[in-house]
C-alpha cells in the first residue's frame, strides 16, 4: 500500500527546534517565557493595523475566554455561524448562554449578513438581544466582515470572529481576526501553521489582551500569597509549544503561497467540468486556502461526493466531507436556527481535499489518477 496522503498535515520549516532547543537550556519550560512574548510581537507584526495578541493552549480556549471577557452569562444568546467546526459553538455552552445559529451565503460559504439582521430582529423582538455575534472564515475564506461588521454596530453587538483556519486571509488587506472586537486563531496540528496544539486572542484593545493573560493564567491577583478576586483558567500557551510557533512563522509567507497553489492545481485542472464548483475570491478577498474544497452536484457529474471520497480513501488518500452544521448536530439541533438551505447543500455535496502545504508532484499524481476517473 502506498503511503498515506493526508488532508492537512504538520509542515516543519527547520528553524522550530533552535527555539525549543533554546527553551531547554535556559530552562523556559513554562508556560510563560521568552518564546511566547517572541511569538506573540512576530503574530502582531504579521497581523498589523495595531493588533495586540496573547498566545494560549487552543483557539477553543481563546474563543472561551473571548466570551468571558465580552461578558457574556449563563441565559445569554450568542449568534454563531452553523457552518463551521464544533469549537466555535461549544464555548457558548461553557459560558451555560444559548447559540443562535445562522446560516451562510453560497459567495463564501460563511456567515449571510441578510439571515444575520434576520436573526438579530427576531431575537430582539422576542425580548433578547443577543450578547454576541461569532463568524466564521471557513477553510481560510473571509466571511463578509464588511457587512457583518456594519450590522453589528448597528444593533451594538461585539463580533469574535473565529479566524482559526484564517490566519493570513484578508479583505482589501485587512487580516483576518483583526475585524470584530475580538479574533481568535488556532495553530492545532492540522492548521496552517502548528505549535502542536495552541491559539491565541487578537484585540486592537490592549486592556483586553492584557486581561486575557491574567485570566489565563489563573487570574492572580498581585499579592505575595495566591490572591484571587475572579475566577481564572489555565490557557496560557507553553514556552515550548510557542518556541514551534516562532519558527513556523518565518516560514507562513510560504505555506500560504504552497496551500493556494495546492488550490491553483485543483481548480486549473477541474474548474468547468460538469456538475463540479469552486468558491472563489470576491474581489479584495484573499483566502490562504487552507483547504482546497469543491462542490459536486452529482445529477450534473455522474457521481457523488460519497463516491469520490470513498474511492479516494481506498487509495489511502485522505479527503473530508465539508463541515456537518451545528443546526444539525445531535448536541445543537434543539436551538434556534436561520437557515436558507445553503450548509445543508454544502454538507451534503461538498468534498474537502488533501491540502497539505507539504503534498509532493507524486502525490497530485496519485490524487488526479483517482479524480480523473469521475471527473468528466
Ligand atoms: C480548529 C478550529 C477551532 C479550534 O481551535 P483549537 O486550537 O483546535 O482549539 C475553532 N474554530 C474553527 C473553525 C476551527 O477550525
Not at 36 to 49: A, I, M, Y
Not at 90 to 95: C, K, M, R, T
Not at 136 to 160: C, Q, S, T
Request: net charge negative; charged share 20%.
Amino acid at each position: 500500500m502506498s503511503s498515506k496522503i493526508w488532508l492537512s498535515s504538520p509542515h516543519m520549516g527547520g528553524t522550530e527546534q533552535g527555539f525549543v532547543n533554546e527553551a531547554f537550556e535556559t530552562n523556559w519550560i513554562a508556560p510563560l517565557g521568552p518564546n511566547v512574548n517572541g511569538f506573540e510581537n512576530d503574530l502582531s507584526l504579521f497581523l498589523g493595523n495595531d493588533t495586540h495578541v496573547a498566545a494560549l493552549s487552543s483557539g477553543t480556549a481563546g474563543l472561551h475566554l473571548g466570551l468571558v471577557l465580552l461578558g457574556v452569562k449563563a441565559g445569554d444568546e450568542v449568534i454563531c455561524q452553523s457552518m463551521t467546526f464544533s469549537a466555535s459553538a461549544n464555548p457558548i455552552a461553557y459560558v451555560g448562554a444559548k447559540p443562535v445559529f445562522v446560516d451562510s451565503e453560497t459567495d463564501t460559504w460563511n456567515m449571510s449578513p441578510e439571515l444575520l439582521e434576520t436573526a438579530i430582529k427576531a431575537r430582539i423582538a422576542a425580548g433578547v438581544t443577543p450578547k454576541a455575534i461569532i463568524p466564521v472564515h471557513l477553510y481560510g475564506m473571509p466571511a463578509k466582515m464588511p457587512e457583518i461588521m456594519a450590522i453589528a454596530n448597528r444593533y451594538n453587538i461585539p463580533v469574535l470572529e473565529d479566524a482559526a483556519e484564517a490566519l493570513g486571509s484578508s479583505i482589501d488587506g485587512r487580516k483576518c481576526g483583526t475585524f470584530g472586537e475580538i479574533g481568535v486563531l488556532s495553530f492545532n496540528g492540522n492548521k496552517i501553521i502548528t505549535t502542536s496544539g495552541g491559539g491565541a486572542l487578537v484585540s486592537h484593545n490592549s486592556d483586553l489582551v492584557k486581561e486575557t493573560r491574567f485570566l489565563s493564567t489563573q487570574a492572580r491577583d498581585e499579592a505575595p500569597h495566591y490572591q484571587h478576586s475572579k475566577i481564572g483558567y489555565n490557557y496560557r500557551i507553553s514556552n515550548l509549544c510557542a518556541g514551534v510557533g516562532r519558527g513556523q512563522m518565518e516560514v507562513l509567507p510560504n505555506r500560504i503561497q504552497q496551500r493556494r497553489d495546492n488550490y491553483e492545481r485543483y481548480y486549473s485542472r477541474y474548474n468547468g467540468k460538469k456538475g463540479i464548483h469552486f468558491v472563489t475570491e470576491p474581489t479584495g478577498y484573499f483566502s490562504n486556502r487552507w483547504l482546497s474544497t469543491i462542490l459536486i452536484d452529482p445529477a450534473v457529474a455522474g457521481f457523488s461526493r460519497e463516491g469520490l471520497r470513498l474511492a479516494m480513501d481506498k487509495e489511502n488518500i485522505e479527503c473530508r466531507p465539508l463541515w456537518k452544521p451545528m443546526h444539525m448536530q445531535p448536541i445543537f439541533e434543539q436551538y434556534e436556527f436561520f437557515g436558507n438551505g445553503t450548509s445543508e447543500m454544502l454538507f451534503a455535496n461538498g468534498l474537502c481535499l488533501p491540502s497539505g502545504s507539504n503534498l509532493t508532484d507524486a502525490d497530485f499524481d496519485r490524487i488526479f489518477k483517482v479524480m480523473d476517473g469521475f471527473v468528466k
